[in-house]
């Protein structure tokens, strides 16, 4: 798809954003009574559903336990539904592996692991629609899902996507805009220390570029995070009413 046909001469992107505009998004937690955590979001039309279990006993091989630490456990996966292609999407395959492992190394820079030694921590992430932005919505369900779950975490750990089109950043990007052919990179960040927890991108892009890029997608992800901080504190409110503490 042609650059120009993903931004305007006027600025607006094919949905109507504007350059640096983020989507809707909608979130809830505590969507599983069975599980210790969960939650779900909708980035747009991207849907997203995390599930968390412990922290609880390794039952891996003992071999993997951490003395020191618990073991965090991701599973990533897409719901056959979730694109127009309807083609089976085996368990494991090399992109669900991948993502898994991204997600892996996300919360283990933001879940304070050291407190739970010797102990698990699973986290499954489904995509139920896809359109764009499809490890963003996942760290950003699981951030919550964790939260749920009781976890402590160093901070929110907030994602969201970044590219350019005709040298313009657009932050946030839809399907159509990272199929557009351009550059495009993945941030995951603990906004109140500026930390990143996983930067990922797709493509080569000129160091000139990269600062604009980061800011750009820098500026999302604290965009994001106030968004869940008040999806966080509307749970809350909505527990203690029913607590009636």
């Given at each position: 798809?042609?650059g ?13 954003r504007k ?14 009574a069975?599980?210790?955590g969960?939650a ?27 003395h ?6 991701c599973?990533y ?9 309807r ?17 892996k ?9 050291n ?6 921590i ?11 932005g499809?490890y963003?919505a996942c ?7 964790v939260?749920?779950a009781g ?5 929110y750990?907030c994602?969201c ?9 657009l ?10 052919g ?7 960040l603990?906004?109140?220390?500026g ?11 000129h160091q ?13 992800c ?7 901080d008040q ?14 503490e």
């Amino acid at each position: 798809m042609a650059g120009v046909e993903l931004l305007s001469d006027q600025g607006y992107r094919l949905d109507g954003r504007k350059a640096t505009e983020l989507r809707k998004v909608q979130a809830r937690m505590g969507v599983f009574a069975q599980a210790d955590g969960s939650a779900y979001i909708e980035q747009g039309n991207t849907k997203a559903l995390a599930v968390v279990y412990g922290p609880h006993e390794v039952r891996m091989s003992r071999s993997k336990t951490l003395h020191d630490r618990a073991v965090i456990n991701c599973q990533y996966s897409m719901a056959t539904f979730s694109t127009a292609e309807r083609k089976r999407r085996p368990h494991g395959d090399r992109k669900s592996t991948e993502m898994s492992l991204h997600l892996k190394q996300t919360f283990e820079a933001a879940v304070l692991t050291n407190l739970y030694p010797r102990s698990q921590i699973d986290i499954y992430v489904k995509i139920l629609q896809s359109d764009g932005g499809n490890y963003s919505a996942c760290v950003n369900a699981a951030t919550l899902a964790v939260i749920d779950a009781g976890i402590p975490m160093r901070d929110y750990v907030c994602a969201c996507t970044a590219g350019f089109v005709d040298e313009t950043p657009l932050a946030d990007l839809c399907h159509a805009e990272e199929s557009g052919g351009g550059t495009s990179l993945a941030l995951a960040l603990l906004p109140r220390g500026g930390h990143i927890a996983l930067l990922q991108m797709d493509a080569r892009l000129h160091q000139d570029h990269l600062e604009t890029l980061m800011e750009a997608a820098m500026t999302a992800c604290k965009g994001v995070s106030k968004v869940l901080d008040q999806v966080v504190r509307q749970h809350l409110q909505e527990v203690s009413a029913l607590t009636g503490e």
